[in-house]
Structures are given as C-alpha cells and as structure tokens.
C-alpha cells in the first residue's frame, strides 16, 4: 500500500467523477497527516465512474499504450534498488499504520536471502510508482500479507490480496493482532480466501525468531517448488494450440478449500438418487437445509443472495429454471478431479468474488489486472470473466468484455458468443466494450453484427466503436460492407440537398 493521498490521486484517473477533498502532497506531509487521510479514505471508497466517451482513450487500452493515471506527477526521491520492477520473491501487502512490522519482517527475510518488493518508498514516489503496485503482485512468484484490524478492512489490502489469488501466488498470511480479533474485521470473501491458509502469527504467544523460523522454510521451499515448475514449464511440448472448453479449472493452483466436516454422502445422491434433474427451487431448499450451520457461518443475508445467483448462473446452464444431473456432475468436476459439492460452492463463491473484486471500478488494481492479463492468463481466468459478462452490474460487464480482450483468446466462438451478446445489452457502455473486445480479437464472424451496430445505434459512440472495431478485423467482407454503407449514405444525402 502507498500513503493515502497517492493512492487517491491514482484512483482519480477517469475523466468521469473526481472525489472531492483537499489533495496532500506526499512529499511534504508528515506522518500524522497521511495516517490521518489513509484512515479517512479506508472508510470511504468513493467509485470511479467509468466512461468510454473517448474513443482514442480507449484505442489505447488495447494498443499496449500507459493510461494517463494522474493529472500531475508528485516528484520524490525514490530508492533504486527498492523501486526496481525486476520480480521479486515475495512482495508485502501492509497497512502503513503497520509499517514498523513490516519492516522488520522485510529485514529479516533479505537476511535470509530473499527478494522483497514493498511499496514502502512509494510514500515519496507518486503515482507513477504506485502503479506498480499491481505489476509487483503479477510478477513476484510469493505474496505475504501482514494482516491487523486495519489491513483487512483496507480496500486497498484487500483488492491486493485478491489479485493475488487471481494471478495464482502462493499466499502467506502474517498476523501482527490475535487471528480472532483480526478475523471479525473480515468481509466474508476475505475470510474464504484465507481461512484454509496456514497463519504465521507474529503477536506476543510465540518469540518472533520461533515464527519466522518456520515462515523463511515454508517460503524457500515454496520458492525451490516454483523454480522446479517452472524448468518443467519451459521445456518445448510438441502439443497443437488448444481450443478452450467448459473444462473447469482451479484460479489459483495453490489454494485449496475446507473440507466439512461428517458430509460423507453427495449431495445429489442423498436428495435425488433416482432423479436426472430436479427443479432450481426445490435445489435450493434442499441445499438450505443441508447445509444450513455452514451457511450461517459464513454467509449473512445478502451475501447468500449473491451466492445464489452465481450458483444460479453456473448451474442453470440451459437457463430453464432446471437443475440437470450432468450439470451439477460437470460443476462438483475440477482439473479431471470429483470435489465435495459443499466444497465447490465454497470454491466458486471464492473464485466468483475474488474476481469482481479485482475487476470492479472501484478496484485499486484492475488497470494493472488488465494490462497484465497476459502473465497469469489461463482457462480458469477467462471462464470467469466470461461469468462476469452476465454480472448485474453493467460496470463490471464491460470491464470484463475488455479483460477478455486482453487475454489474447481468438478463435474461440464460447467468448466470441459471450461478447457478441453484449452488443445487446442495454447499457450503451457495455455495447462500446463490447464492439472494441471484438475488433481487438479479430472476430471476423461478428462482422454482420457490427455492421448492423454501426449503421444503427442510437449511440454515436457504439456506432464509432463498431466502425474502429471493423477496421481493426480488416478483410474482404468488413471493407466491402462499410463501403456499402458509405455509398449508400452518401447517395442519400445527396438527395437530400437537391430538396
């Protein structure tokens, strides 16, 4: 995390609405008054709206292009060796009301060898540094989060800790306060995400040499895992390209679920054991019922209404209000593995909010998300963005729409299908995303369609967007159906004038 009032400037980039307050600058602020606003801001996430008015702004996502981030730079003397993007080990999720333990935990493990990245620096560095921020988790190959009762309700330590788990890095978990007291500032998702994780607990019970003993072994024979992966994962494979399917995959290879406890019997087999489908309704009673004392652990109302609707969304796959056999077989089905069905709708709830977190406007790092698709892109991120092209927020649809085409998936009609249906959707942003997806893929099938766009939109700007997307698809059919349309346009407004 940097000082609050970098991070604000950060956030501000959008051309829509600007958070009001006056701006701090960093590098003359003194320590009272940046903990002063990071506490403000933390209580407070103002949302950035989203615009894609400009065309040109949005060109530039796609042509590998730096979005302007701020309308000033603030100037700072910053550390070479800790500003330095070369990955790193591990990199340092804080609060910097934390910022003594932190440092004392950074210290020892440079001791110790390992490579530290941390934002410590960026409270002098601006905002082009605390760009980075996401850059750093996607590159480094551990990520270590120190939680307090401030870290977990940190937006900012949260969207990190999230993109983490997106981006598939092994996660250690560092508590500086009792894992009780710390865990009741926890919304739920962060809870799931951290829950089955080993806790290195950094208070007064344990000496700290005894705790980092065990955390500096865990984490170098991490490192030696990885590293070992890796040389297996560069070595040539005479494979063909492979064509994505509804194969499900876990989004972080390292995470694992929690198990529950004396639920020996599937849930299926127990409820409908001679039935190959059984009506959405009744499927959700009876999944209330079953598992009704881990639902009020961890679900309070409105989230079990989320956790409904994507159960909903990724079951229902016929959308005819049934749940068929073979679908919730092919949902209980990870990596070629049977799971628990409690513990996939743990999975799934984890996997569906972690990435909505990440990809939300409101989030710290989804530009850096977006513009880093590419170093942790796998089946498993591009099945849930395309779950998020049906989100009920027309925000996030359109994020994901763009996200998609970052990952340099082509050729694929299940995301080709997925984006063209956004060019129905009633949010003319939504639309815009959704023709810009296309072009930057290539999606010479949806060529008709945005013809259909460009001509007829009621929105200039979805009709632009179509006409860039068309020209970056290129070809015979996309040349000769714009030439039409020109001629055609030209022909009747030249009769127009003679009248």
């Avoid at 006056?22 to 933390?42: G, I, M």
């Avoid at 929690?258 to 020996?264: D, F, H, N």
């Avoid at 590419?374 to 099945?383: D, G, L, R």
């Avoid at 040349?479 to 407004?493: C, F, G, N, Y």
Wanted: some cysteine.
């Amino acid at each position: 995390m940097g000082s609050s009032a970098s991070r604000k400037q950060g956030k501000n980039r959008s051309k829509g609405n600007v958070s009001q307050g006056s701006e701090v600058n960093v590098a003359t602020s003194d320590r009272e008054h940046e903990q002063e606003e990071e506490r403000r801001q933390e209580e407070v996430v103002t949302p950035v709206e989203h615009t894609l008015e400009d065309k040109h702004k949005e060109e530039s996502m796609f042509e590998e292009k730096e979005l302007d981030m701020s309308e000033s730079e603030v100037k700072g003397d910053v550390v070479a060796s800790q500003t330095s993007m070369e990955p790193k080990d591990i990199m340092i999720s804080y609060s910097h009301q934390d910022k003594d333990k932190m440092r004392l935990l950074k210290d020892a493990l440079e001791a110790e060898g390992i490579t530290v990245w941390v934002d410590e620096v960026g409270l002098q560095a601006g905002v082009e540094f605390l760009n980075k921020i996401g850059q750093a988790i996607v590159d480094a190959k551990l990520f270590l989060s120190i939680l307090s009762c401030k870290s977990v309700t940190s937006k900012y330590c949260r969207d990190e800790l999230a993109l983490a788990y997106v981006s598939s890095k092994p996660i250690f978990p560092c508590t500086i306060e009792s894992r009780d007291k710390v865990t009741k500032g926890m919304d739920f998702g962060m809870r799931l995400q951290l829950a089955p994780l080993r806790w290195f607990s950094f208070t007064n019970d344990k000496p700290f040499e005894a705790v980092f003993k065990e955390l500096t072994k865990e984490i170098k024979n991490k490192i030696i895992e990885l590293n070992d992966g890796q040389e297996k994962k560069d070595e040539p494979k005479k494979t063909s390209k492979p064509q994505l399917k509804r194969l499900r995959s876990k989004l972080n290879i390292h995470h694992r679920q929690l198990s529950v406890e004396g639920k020996y019997k599937d849930f299926w087999m127990k409820f409908y054991p001679k039935l190959d489908f059984v009506t959405w309704k009744q499927f959700v009673e009876d999944l209330k019922s079953e598992y009704a004392t881990e639902i009020e652990q961890w679900y309070k109302e409105g989230d079990l209404d989320w956790l409904i609707q994507v159960l909903h969304r990724e079951m229902d796959e016929d959308e005819d209000e049934i749940i068929h056999k073979d679908h919730y077989e092919e949902f209980c089905t990870v990596s070629g593995e049977r799971q628990e069905f409690w513990q996939r709708v743990q999975e799934q709830a984890l996997e569906s909010y972690t990435m909505r977190e990440v990809f939300s406007m409101n989030s710290s790092v989804r530009i850096d998300a977006i513009q880093n698709l590419a170093k942790f892109n796998s089946s498993s991120v591009i099945e849930s963005l395309l779950d998020l092209c049906v989100d009920v927020d027309e925000n996030v649809r359109a994020v994901a729409a763009i996200s998609l085409a970052r990952t340099g998936v082509r050729d694929n009609d299940h995301v080709i299908n997925t984006i063209m249906k956004l060019l129905k959707d009633q949010d003319r942003l939504v639309r815009e995303s959704g023709c810009l997806a296309l072009g930057h893929i290539k999606a010479k099938k949806a060529i008709p369609k945005l013809v259909d766009m460009w001509r007829n939109d009621a929105i200039s700007n979805v009709r632009e967007a179509a006409a860039i997307a068309l020209e970056q698809i290129g070809g015979d059919e996309a040349q000769k159906a714009m030439h039409i349309t020109k001629v055609l346009s030209e022909e009747i407004k030249a009769l127009s004038n003679k009248h």
